[in-house]
């Protein structure tokens, strides 16, 4: 017998072109809908950005806290702002790299904050421990102040710290800025010394002294042995009990291992 042949598949190129017609349709429309959603999300973001909420329309949304050395007013002048400003403008970065600038900031914190919309600044102050003192020559470089790490500060914070009762009693006078790779190691020392330090003098590069409750100590024209010479001052700290201070001129210690006590002549006594 042969084999019956399937029947012919009758395809209806009509109905084909509909359903092909109507699936276009279809993705139109998506297509439409996707647009027109998209548009109304971003109209909508933009108009919530532009929104007076966001918005720092007075300098009391800023919010600035300072340890006290600098002033709110002083910090505002720094920041030169104009308002009123919308909060996503001002940069973090931006207003930290405004104040870095300022050499008597240490340290710089910025955090936004919406809802109300307000910005909070710290500023940490650079804590000056000595006081520049100018004998001759004076000029920016040799009057001031001096941090633990060298950095230089103006005089003009003088009354500050005054009223804070936080003026260094460490004096240092002959100071120049080439020294300031220096002043850590030396303020490090000087500062754990038992034997209280007043004052440092650079006035003369080879003969260095300090100004302590033993007098003036002399160390010579280098400080790489200051930490040694302290030691040996330390061990001095009871020369009064057997010598009267006003009879110390000065106490030589360019050699640690050798320290020169330098005497006043004594007063001549009177003939009767």
């Not at 004998?135 to 040799?142: A, F, I, K, L, P």
């Not at 020392?189 to 080879?206: H, K, L, N, Y």
Request: glycine content about 6%.
């Amino acid at each position: 017998m042969t084999a019956m042949q399937p029947a012919p598949e009758i395809v209806d190129f009509r109905q084909r072109r509909q359903q092909m017609r109507r699936e276009r349709q279809r993705r139109f429309c998506l297509e439409i809908w996707q647009t027109l959603a998209s548009a109304g999300t971003a109209l909508g973001l933009g108009w919530a950005l532009v929104h007076p909420v966001w918005q720092i329309r007075e300098p009391q949304q800023i919010r600035i806290r300072t340890g006290g050395l600098l002033s709110e007013a002083q910090v505002r002048s720094w920041l030169d702002l104009e308002h009123p400003h919308f909060l996503w403008a001002l940069s973090p970065n931006t207003l930290t790299a405004k104040l870095a600038q300022q050499p008597v900031v240490a340290q710089v914190r910025v955090r936004r904050q919406g809802f109300p919309s307000r910005v909070e600044i710290w500023v940490q102050e650079r804590q000056p421990v000595a006081a520049l003192v100018c004998q001759r020559h004076c000029s920016d470089h040799n009057q001031g102040f001096l941090d633990s790490e060298g950095h230089q500060l103006g005089g003009e914070y003088a009354p500050v710290l005054r009223q804070l009762k936080q003026y260094p009693s460490l004096r240092v006078t002959g100071w120049h800025p080439t020294q300031k790779s220096l002043w850590p190691q030396v303020y490090q020392a000087v500062a754990a010394s038992p034997v209280r330090v007043t004052g440092i003098d650079w006035e003369q590069p080879g003969d260095i002294r300090l100004h302590t409750e033993l007098g003036v100590i002399r160390l010579g024209g280098d400080l790489y042995r200051l930490s040694e010479q302290l030691v040996t001052l330390d061990r001095l700290r009871y020369l009064p009990r057997q010598l009267p201070l006003h009879r110390i001129a000065a106490i030589d210690l360019s050699d640690p291992q050798a320290p020169l006590v330098e005497l006043r002549r004594a007063p001549k006594q009177g003939k009767y």
